[in-house]
Nanobody, 121 residues
Framework: QVQLVESGGGSVQAGGSLRLSCAAS????????MGWFRQAPGKEREFVAS????????YYVDSVKGRLTISRDNAKNTVYLQMNSLRPEDTANYYC??????????????WGQGTQVTVSS
């Protein structure tokens, strides 16, 4: 059974940092893109960042460029999201996702259960 388990969420003040982790298990993820989406209360889920198996293809939504950094450790089947200079508008439930290919799709094959990030002003 495939599982994506997020951790690292929490509450911080604006300007602070958090590091999210997503541990994948249940199959080989070679050749899979992994990434992050987020959903704020009353809003639709939006794409945040994606990274390919090799790390050579990385994408971000414009609003997080320069502040959030995605990375992965294939030996640990884990993807990370380093979040710096956090803003109140980054407050959301963050979801890990995975699918074959170079980039996570709008409807990935696999989802995690989510981890809450709250940024106070």
């Amino acid at each position: 059974q495939v599982q994506l388990v997020e951790s690292g969420g929490g509450s911080v003040q604006a300007g602070g940092s958090l590091r999210l982790s997503c541990a994948a298990s249940g199959r080989t993820f070679r050749g899979y893109a992994m990434g992050w989406f987020r959903q704020a209360p009353g809003k639709e889920r939006e794409f945040v960042a994606s990274i390919s198996w090799s790390g050579g293809d990385i994408y971000y939504v414009d609003s997080v460029k320069g502040r959030l950094t995605i990375s992965r450790d294939n030996a640990k089947n884990t993807v990370y999201l380093q979040m710096n200079s956090l803003r109140p508008e980054d407050t959301a439930n963050y979801y890990c996702a995975a699918n074959p290919g170079l980039r996570v799709a709008a409807t990935p094959d696999y989802w995690g259960q989510g981890t809450q990030v709250t940024v106070s002003s």
